[in-house]
């Protein structure tokens, strides 16, 4: 008996020191089309890996809403999300003159209008004190 409970308790102290630094933080997806495509979704945790589209952790999400939440535990940091709606099914973000996006996108701190930026700029602290993070998807507009 005092094996099995010994085991249960190390099995416990385990699991719980695997998610103990992580932060259950929600992703709220604005601006969504219903039945418009797949939401792709990127979540990117320093400059060099936004840089090189090389993400921390990505998901799919299929659009029953306008808006979309989803759950992610993530370490303490500073992070970009990055999104964008396949309308045509293609499994890429299209693009068209000057590689302006063609289907609706968002990023965290990114209004939208024009180039949004680097890392720096678009980045969110995941904290104790800061959980969520939002994204507003749409297109781009020049100015």
């Not at 890996?49 to 370490?75: G, M, Q, V």
């Not at 396949?86 to 968002?106: A, C, M, R, W, Y």
């Not at 104790?128 to 998807?137: A, C, D, P, V």
């Amino acid at each position: 008996m005092f094996k099995k409970l010994f085991f249960l308790c190390v099995l416990f102290l385990f699991f719980e020191s695997l998610f103990a630094d992580n932060i259950y933080t929600t992703i709220e997806i604005n601006g969504v089309t219903v039945n418009g495509g797949l939401v792709y979704v990127a979540v990117y945790s320093n400059e060099n890996d936004y840089k090189n589209e090389t993400a921390f952790t990505s998901f799919i999400l299929k659009p029953d809403n306008s808006s979309l939440t989803y759950f992610l535990d993530l370490p303490e940091g500073e992070y970009v999300v990055s999104a964008f709606q396949d309308k045509n099914g293609d499994e890429k973000l299209n693009t068209g003159l000057f590689g302006i996006p063609s289907e609706h996108v968002g990023k965290t701190n990114y209004n939208l209008k024009g180039s949004p930026g680097g890392f720096n700029g678009l980045k969110v602290p995941i904290n104790s004190n800061s959980t969520k993070l939002t994204i507003n998807m749409g297109k781009v507009k020049l100015f």
